[in-house]
T-cell receptor
Framework: DAGVTQSPTHLIKTRGQQVTLRCSPK?????VSWYQQALGQGPQFIFQ???????QRGNFPDRFSGHQFPNYSSELNVNALLLGDSALYLC??????????????FGPGTRLTVL | RKEVEQDPGPFNVPEGATVAFNCTYS??????FFWYRQDCRKEPKLLMS???SGNEDGRFTAQLNRASQYISLLIRDSKLSDSATYLC????????????FGKGTTLSVSS
């Protein structure tokens, strides 16, 4: 049973460019959340997708957008990249409706470097 | 004030030591609580959920004090393989299922 997968593993971009990161959730999961983890910090919630819609959003600008497909996979898009967007981007999947202690399973992340 | 605050690290301990991590959260509406473990350059993985009654899993014991908004993790008989960053995590019902992470505390266990 494959866990959460993300692609690419690493990415180098320059300021002003756009990037798309991809995530496939764990088999049977229908909810995908995205987090940004800067060096030395804990992950920060970006947004969550369920039933192909953005259900929740953290404190991130509109440059960060996403999408969920009918097969539950998801993309994170970042426009007009800034140096400060350099981070590890983590995707987490879960199954909706499991209550407060619903475990989120994380993928290995995409390490984005903006030069 | 940050929503989730943890002890500053790193903690450097010998094998066999007992080590305790503390965490406070600022929002009394926080509903569920977790400790995640993150190895260097890897993804976070759930170590334990933390319940009001406290819970234990082998060498690991987690406690929650809602009145003080305080969570703890105790590791007994530390192993080299326990070396990692430990992340305190809370979830608030009004925030849906978004997880709010602390900065993490790094543990290094040496022989």
């Amino acid at each position: 049973d494959a866990g959460v997968t993300q692609s690419p593993t690493h990415l180098i971009k320059t300021r002003g460019q756009q990037v798309t990161l991809r995530c496939s959730p764990k088999s049977g999961h229908d909810t995908v959340s995205w987090y940004q983890q800067a060096l030395g910090q804990g992950p920060q919630f970006i947004f969550q997708y369920y039933e192909e819609e953005e259900r929740q959003r953290g404190n991130f600008p509109d440059r960060f957008s996403g999408h969920q497909f009918p097969n539950y996979s998801s993309e994170l898009n970042v426009n007009a990249l800034l140096l400060g967007d350099s981070a590890l981007y983590l995707c987490a999947s879960s199954l909706a409706g499991r209550g407060d202690y619903n475990e989120q399973f994380f993928g290995p992340g995409t390490r984005l470097t903006v030069l | 004030r940050k929503e989730v605050e943890q002890d500053p690290g790193p903690f450097n301990v010998p094998e066999g030591a007992t080590v305790a991590f503390n965490c406070t959260y600022s929002n009394s509406a926080s509903q569920s609580f977790f400790w995640y473990r993150q190895d260097c350059r890897k993804e976070p993985k759930l170590l334990m959920s933390v319940y009001s009654s406290g819970n234990e899993d082998g060498r690991f014991t987690a406690q929650l004090n809602r009145a003080s908004q305080y969570i703890s993790l105790l590791i007994r008989d530390s192993k080299l393989s326990d070396s990692a960053t430990y992340l305190c995590v809370v979830n608030m019902r009004q925030a849906g299922t978004a997880l709010i992470f602390g900065k993490g505390t790094t543990l290094s266990v040496s022989s």
